[in-house]
């Protein structure tokens, strides 16, 4: 039962994550754009996804899509209620990534013939990677700390599980322990990487760009 | 449209969300500022002590942080038989809560130079007096940013107590929901609610937004 839950969660988590990362990049790079419009439309899904608690936005694909003649199951709404929620502070983490780039970089490399995708390819994302995979990690700590949400709309994952086992048995004690467990040994491992890479990219920092964690990215 | 509107708000029903509003505002305040007390001394336990207590503090940060914070609701909630309910969700809440700020401050610790210390000494100060009067009003001075997008983070999360019926302003709303049953009015009632929290979330992020600029140009 806990088995079938972890994977659950796991698989939620996996598509969430590719479908934050997805939004993430395009929202993040169009939010680095000169167009206007397109800026404001980055900004807008931002702000609105960041602003308002993932609980109301996974009851409204729930229930209120559903009266309204929509009905998806508990499966997506997990992969999109979280994936689109989460992408839109992976958005954030990509845009401090590629504007912590000194524009002279961009200048310097056309001024050497390069085009757009070769100075991105060999210049400009490669320094990103590095500064983006810390908060990164952190956000993919919190998306699968959040799948826990699916539990409010029975969506048959590890908290759900826990929760039911824990109801119909009595044993309140052990199935929450064993479902913290559970979350623990998927976090924890990420949770420390990121800290360790941080860390040493703080003390050998050989770039000639400051290594400044994106703030906000913290939390979520 | 407006028969929609006139169906909806009505005063019972405003009334009935206003309430869930305060109740969520009084809840995040005070999760908060019990938090910052609690996640301070846990930094500092983790950065300077690294004997039993410091590992101590590490292990509940670590616990805390890597496991959901519904895990944690739920087992205050059902498993503590002491406190009414919003008690024991605002402790599940807290206890989350000052782990995560735990980790801001801890980052704040860690930008203090260890010459600061030295000097410390070498002018009489003691160890709690070099906390008090040096260290911790820069470090707190850098992680303002931090702790007020904490204070949005932890509005949001007080949703998360409607799983256990405390009356805050998502419970509320779903509650004045179970009235309706046509889609105008329902969806009426997500936007009050999305529309509720995106006011606080956004004005707190529009101040820790105007902050940052404000320092960035200071320097």
Redesign the interface.
């Known amino acids: 039962m806990f088995g079938e839950g972890f994977l659950r969660t796991i698989e939620v988590a996996a598509l969430a994550l590719i479908l934050a990362l997805v939004l993430g990049i395009i929202f993040g790079v169009i939010s680095t754009s000169n167009n206007k419009v397109m800026r404001g439309i980055a900004r807008v899904y931002v702000e609105f996804f960041q602003n308002t608690p993932l609980v109301i936005q996974v009851f409204f694909m729930y229930n209120g899509l559903a009266i309204a003649g929509l009905r998806l199951s508990v499966f997506l709404i997990g992969v999109l209620g979280v994936g689109i929620y989460h992408g839109a502070y992976v958005s954030e983490v990509v845009k401090t990534g590629i504007t912590s780039i000194p524009e002279g970089q961009v200048e310097a490399a056309k001024s050497q013939g390069f085009t757009y995708i070769q100075y991105m390819r060999y210049i400009i994302l490669p320094q990103t990677v590095k500064i983006v995979l810390p908060p990164l990690t952190n956000q993919a700590v919190n998306l699968i700390k959040n799948t826990s949400v699916l539990a409010m709309i029975s969506g048959f994952d590890l908290m759900y599980m826990a929760d039911s086992w824990a109801s119909s048995s009595l044993d309140y004690g052990p199935s929450y322990v064993f479902a913290g467990f559970l979350y623990f040994m998927l976090c924890f491992p990420l949770a420390t990487w990121a800290r360790k890479y941080e860390e040493r990219l703080k003390r050998n920092d050989t770039t000639r760009i400051p290594y400044q964690p994106a703030e906000e990215a913290v939390t979520c | 449209m407006l028969e929609v509107f006139k169906n909806v708000f009505t005063p019972s029903n405003v009334e009935f969300l206003a309430k869930g509003m305060a109740l969520t505002l009084s809840l995040s305040v005070s999760v908060v500022l019990i938090s910052i007390f609690f996640g301070t001394i846990l930094a500092l336990l983790r950065t300077y002590e690294k004997r039993f207590l410091g590992k101590l503090a590490g292990f509940y940060i ?2 805390f ?7 944690w609701i ?2 205050c909630c ?2 503590i038989p002491y406190g009414t309910i919003v008690i024991r969700g605002g402790l599940a809440l807290t206890l989350y809560t000052s782990a ?1 700020i735990a ?2 401050v801890r ?1 704040g610790l860690n930008s203090i130079a260890e010459g600061q210390f030295e000097a410390a000494k070498s002018q009489g100060f003691t160890l709690i007096q070099t906390l008090i009067y040096i260290v911790l009003p820069q470090c707190f001075k850098s992680i303002v ?2 702790l007020l ?2 204070v ?2 932890t509005v ?2 007080t ?2 107590l ?2 256990v019926a405390i009356p805050e302003y ?1 419970r509320s ?2 509650v004045v ?1 179970g009235r309706y ?3 105008p009015e ?2 009426m009632i ?1 936007s009050v ?2 529309v509720g ?2 006011v606080i ?2 004005s707190l ?1 529009c101040v ?1 937004r105007s902050y ?1 600029k404000r320092t960035q140009i200071a320097r």
């Open positions: 670590e616990m942080r890597n496991t959901p914070l519904l895990l739920l087992v059902f498993m995560v980790e801001i980052g940013p931090s997008s904490q949005i983070t949001k999360d949703s998360f409607q799983v998502t709303g779903f929901m049953t046509t889609t329902v969806f997500f609610l999305a929290y995106f979330c956004f992020s820790v940052q």
